[in-house]
């Protein structure tokens, strides 16, 4: 059993599954999004799960893939923005290295409302976003270990960012302690 070097949280528009990609690449470790994990499996994409099959169905699929993830993946590894909201998958988390990509709503909706459409936030994007926010700020908060503000950041930026936050640099800079730890895994 091995484990995730850096687990990405926080809401839509955050930038995790594109934070996560680079984050991987910048570190040379593998990456994956748990989101991709379940549209391969089911072999249809997220909306339609979500419209044909109800949330709950999706949240059922969403945990398989998060434990299955957090207990052999050893790279960077992207949630969903709703994921924490299970009891077990937060404590799965406990103990790992987990960064909440934090985003205001003015730059999520800005975000999101330029990607692809997330059935969450077909109708009235807006207020959506902010209610569920509210419910699950204190949860991304509770299971982090940095909080990183992504607004003034770009992805860029925000890679550099959690690899200062979690001192995922050696002395040399380019030679990730990531790379090492999954060598021993
Ligand atoms: N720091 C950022 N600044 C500007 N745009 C961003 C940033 N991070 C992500 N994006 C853009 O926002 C959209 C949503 O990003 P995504 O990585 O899918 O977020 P999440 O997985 O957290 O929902 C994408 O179009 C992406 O290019
Ligand atoms: O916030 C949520 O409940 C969801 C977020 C989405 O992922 P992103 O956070 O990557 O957009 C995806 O898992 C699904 O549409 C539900
Ligand atoms: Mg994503």
Redesign the pocket.
Known sequence: MTSPVVVLI??????????GALLAERLGVGYRDTDADIVATAGRPIAEIFIDEGEPHFRELERAAVREAVERHPGVL?LG?GAIMDDGTRKLLTGLPVVF?DVELA?AVK??G??AP?PLLAVNPRKQWRELMEKRRPLYTEVARAVIA?GE???G??TEAIMDALELRTAAGDAPRAAHREEQA
């Open positions: 926080g809401p839509p528009g955050a930038g995790k599954s594109t934070v992207s923005g990509l730059d975000r999101v330029l990607d997330r992504t950041r770009t992805p930026q925000v």
